[in-house]
């Protein structure tokens, strides 16, 4: 029986987050310039919505959100530094994993920070 593989390495799956964090960016930005219209058109609605964002579900949001950024502004610096030193392309792997630990060392204590009143109870 044969199963489906992913077979693109490293290099591909990192365009791939890339560019998926990129279209996560760029639906938050939308949604932002909505809301703060929002706040001129019918502030009570606005109210409604700033609870919502303060809610469980918003603050799980706002991390996706954060690790989304945190990602994408990363790994553009891999980007960056493959194409102002061309050399460097043959350590895009190690870049990557570069990426990946700094990924981990700041999005975890932010997280951890964002996500807090969800465990304290706070708001």
């Known amino acids: 029986m044969e199963y489906v593989q992913y077979r693109g390495g490293v290099g591909?799956?990192?365009?791939?987050?890339?560019?998926?964090?990129?279209?996560?960016?760029?639906?938050?930005?939308?949604?932002?310039v909505f809301d703060i219209w929002l706040s001129g058109v019918n502030p009570a609605l606005y109210?409604?919505?700033?609870?919502?964002?303060?809610?469980?579900?918003g603050?799980?949001?706002?991390?996706?959100?954060?690790?989304?950024?945190?990602y994408h502004a990363l790994n553009g610096l891999r980007v960056i530094v493959m194409d102002f030193w061309p050399a460097m392309t043959c350590y895009h792997?190690?870049?990557?994993?570069?990426?990946?630990v700094g990924f981990v060392g700041l999005g975890v204590p932010v997280a951890w920070v964002i996500l807090g009143p969800i465990w304290t109870g706070g708001g």
């Open 12 to 32: 591909m799956l990192a365009w791939a987050l890339h560019r998926v964090s990129g279209v996560a960016v760029w639906a938050f930005i939308i949604l932002h």
């Open 47 to 57: 109210d409604d919505v700033l609870a919502l964002y303060a809610s469980p579900v």
């Open 59 to 70: 603050r799980a949001g706002e991390t996706l959100l954060g690790a989304a950024l945190l």
């Open 93 to 100: 792997r190690q870049l990557w994993y570069l990426v990946w």
